[in-house]
């Protein structure tokens, strides 16, 4: 059952891409114009640092849908380094209690689209985490893209933002196990 779950989680995300493929701006890496602060690209990023940045899924599949970015544009997942494997990964730890704190979610998808095949519009590897709630609409909606979202991605980016640093800060990635 939760496989069958997770592989339409799966299929509804390569959904989400391919709509946002078709308002693509005419840039060579979406992501890489984001990092670089291109005008010709909704700036949705949460957090930057030397190794990678957070930004917010412009079609999220629910509020909170983050995506985390390893500032290097590689596309698979076996080119990140030591360093930058670690780094997104701990990221990934203070995302959640981001989100814990500013959303109290019942549940979490975290996972890689990778490669056309895989679900992938944006080349760019990046990591999804999707906070997942007790009451939401089903498939449908999402792959139809209807889906009324109960908040702006405005009001989510602020709240994020105003408390990232609570979460994603030197101590927190220096002092852990
Ligand atoms: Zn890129």
Sequence with gaps: MSRIIFD???QALGKLDYVQGKSRPDVDCIFCSIKENDEKVVDLKIYKDDICFVLLNLYPFNPGHLMCVP??????YTELTKNELLHLNRTIQGLQLLLD?????KGYNIGINQ?????????HLHIHV???FKA???FIDIIGNIRVLPEGLDSVKKKLTQNVDK?????????FK
């Design 8 to 10: 339409r989680w799966l």
């Design 71 to 76: 500032n290097r544009h590689i596309t698979k």
């Design 101 to 105: 704190d500013v959303y109290n979610p």
């Design 115 to 123: 490669g056309n095949y895989g679900g992938a519009s944006i080349d």
């Design 130 to 132: 999707v906070p997942r």
């Design 136 to 138: 939401e609409l089903g």
């Design 167 to 175: 979460f994603l800060n030197k101590e927190f990635f220096e002092n």
